[in-house]
């Protein structure tokens, strides 16, 4: 929690899932309150003990899961399946970054191998094939490069999701799930519970009215229980033991990490090719006034 915001972190204590929240109790800019256990975001479930699937049932309310992975991570690593649990693929976007005309050829290919490693990487697969190292000894590569900017490079890889087509529609449908909710709780996830749920996170956030500032604070937040995943990340990349790879793991930390800079980015790309966070989901992402209501209701109270 951030007193001066007044952001509650809501972590949700689970065994198998990591950054698990509840967003109740983060606060609107008129003075309004999500709702506890309505609203819940968290990275993958499949390492879920039985103890996790009771406190998200029984505790916690949830009645919908939507899963925003790749179909790659979802087969490899599966969802539990959940008596009284419905469970929806709602991908942010594809391997292959299917429809992903606004990217360069290269900016295409490095985002692949980006998304490729991360993925590898995350879930500690520590059996890996060639097309698997290949992945990961591209990114190896692109950070060992001169004068490489991590956060340049994260802030374009943001803005390009800006107005990523696919994405949009995904976004889209992430928000129509959440509008026809009909009871209990609502959980979304990614592989880390970082960037793909993020993303949704703030845009959600900004719907039911929290202000921008409140949630950049929030975003950063999540850092905190990535820690260790990250560290293992960066030990994959560049083996401490080996010299020089200090300088090169503290420029992967700024890609595999949280920084809150990256969802200003994301705010600021929206504002510079929308004008305005409103605009683009009005616009791009379809939520209209009603739509603004209705999750208004369902989701805050006085």
């Not at 790659?72 to 469970?87: S, T, V």
Request: proline letters at 3%; hydrophobic letters at 40%; aromatic letters at 8%.
């Amino acid at each position: 929690m951030t007193e001066e915001t007044g952001v509650i972190m809501g972590k949700i204590p689970l065994q198998g899932v990591k950054n698990a929240r509840d967003l109740g109790d983060i606060e609107t800019a008129d003075g309004k309150r999500i709702r506890n256990r309505c609203l819940i975001k968290c990275g993958q479930l499949c390492g879920a003990t039985q103890q996790d699937i009771e406190v998200l049932r029984d505790q916690y309310g949830v009645k919908l899961i939507v899963d925003l992975r790749t179909q790659m991570e979802r087969i490899k690593f599966p969802d539990p399946e959940i008596k009284g649990i419905a469970n929806i693929w709602n991908p942010i976007f594809k391997e292959d970054i299917q429809g992903a005309g606004v990217f360069t050829p290269g900016e295409k290919e490095i985002l692949e191998k980006h998304l490729k490693a991360l993925f590898i990487l995350n879930h500690r697969w520590e059996k890996m094939g060639e097309t698997e190292n290949a992945a990961v000894e591209a990114v190896r590569e692109m950070i060992q490069k001169e004068k490489f900017d991590p956060d340049a490079y994260m802030a374009r890889i943001y803005h390009k999701f800006v107005n990523n087509q696919v994405i949009q529609k995904q976004i889209k449908q992430f928000f129509s799930l959440l509008v026809n909710r009909r009871g209990g709780a609502v959980l979304w996830h990614c592989g880390a519970g970082k960037d793909r749920s993020g993303i949704c996170c703030a845009l959600l956030l900004y719907a039911l009215g929290v202000p921008k500032e409140q949630i950049v604070d929030y975003y950063a937040s999540v850092e905190e229980s990535s820690e260790d995943t990250v560290d293992y990340i960066l030990e994959k990349l560049f083996p401490e033991k080996v010299p020089g790879n200090r300088e090169y793991q503290e420029l992967a930390r700024k890609i595999f990490g949280v920084k809150n800079c990256y969802i200003e980015a994301f705010f600021d790309a929206i504002e510079k090719d929308y004008i305005s966070v409103d605009n683009y989901l009005q616009k791009a992402v379809e939520l209209h006034v009603d739509n603004i209501v209705r999750l208004k209701t369902l989701y805050l109270r006085s």
